[in-house]
T-cell receptor, first 107, second 110 residues
Framework: KNEVEQSPQNLTAQEGEFITINCSYS?????LHWLQQHPGGGIVSLFM???GKKKHGRLIATINIQEKHSSLHITASHPRDSAVYIC?????????FGTGTSLTVIP | NAGVTQTPKFRILKIGQSMTLQCTQD?????MYWYRQDPGMGLKLIYY???????DKGEVPNGYNVSRSTTEDFPLRLELAAPSQTSVYFC?????????FGDGTRLSIL
């Protein structure tokens, strides 16, 4: 059983579409991360949040602690957003990762 | 700033060989982590450190050892390489804010 589940596993969108990636977790957490892994393999941390909502450019992350759920939204998607998006939670001193959502944005 | 630097980027080992994956950060971060990423699987935490001289096991520590003699360095050692250790290894560091990741080490055990 995975502590972190993401959906969908794969997502294809047309440029300009609004995108939502979901993350559900089963453990108590102190924080949740959204990461972006580029096709070349490099990993970038997008957000770390423990409550509410954060926004950075076209990216918005929300978390509902009571429902153990987080969403990552991308507005006005662009081909350069194509990547794998990974949800990770911090529980105690442990990190648990989802298997990622592979996003392809078509021009 | 270089951020988090991992070496080597690629390595092929024979079964039973040993090697050390190097990780260095220049951001004075207390927290450092080693992860492995297997194809189709999520990242898994191998070991972590909350400061120099302090290390602890993550989810998948078997077959690995770490040390943290300085704030900057957090090497990961494989003593007896096994095919199951074929993976991409990522080192990361943080001061409590979002993590900074290295570019990864792609390791194949043949």
């Amino acid at each position: 059983k995975n502590e972190v589940e993401q959906s969908p596993q794969n997502l294809t969108a047309q440029e300009g579409e609004f995108i939502t990636i979901n993350c559900s977790y089963s453990v108590g957490i102190s924080a949740l991360h959204w990461l972006q892994q580029h096709p070349g393999g490099g990993i970038v941390s997008l957000f770390m949040l423990s409550s509410g909502k954060k926004k950075h450019g076209r990216l918005i992350a929300t978390i509902n602690i009571q429902e153990k759920h987080s969403s990552l939204h991308i507005t006005a998607s662009h081909p350069r957003d194509s990547a794998v998006y990974i949800c990770a939670v911090i529980s105690g001193n442990q990190f648990y990762f989802g298997t990622g959502t592979s996003l392809t944005v078509i021009p | 700033n270089a951020g988090v630097t991992q070496t080597p980027k690629f390595r092929i080992l024979k079964i039973g060989q040993s090697m050390t994956l190097q990780c260095t950060q220049d951001m004075n971060h207390n927290y450092m982590y080693w992860y492995r990423q297997d194809p189709g699987m999520g990242l898994k935490l191998i070991y972590y450190s909350v400061g120099a001289g302090i290390t602890d096991k993550g989810e998948v520590p078997n077959g690995y050892n770490v040390s943290r003699s300085t704030t900057e360095d957090f090497p990961l050692r494989l003593e007896l390489a096994a095919p199951s250790q074929t993976s991409v290894y990522f080192c990361a560091s943080t001061s409590g804010r979002p993590q900074h990741f290295g570019d990864g080490t792609r390791l194949s055990i043949l």
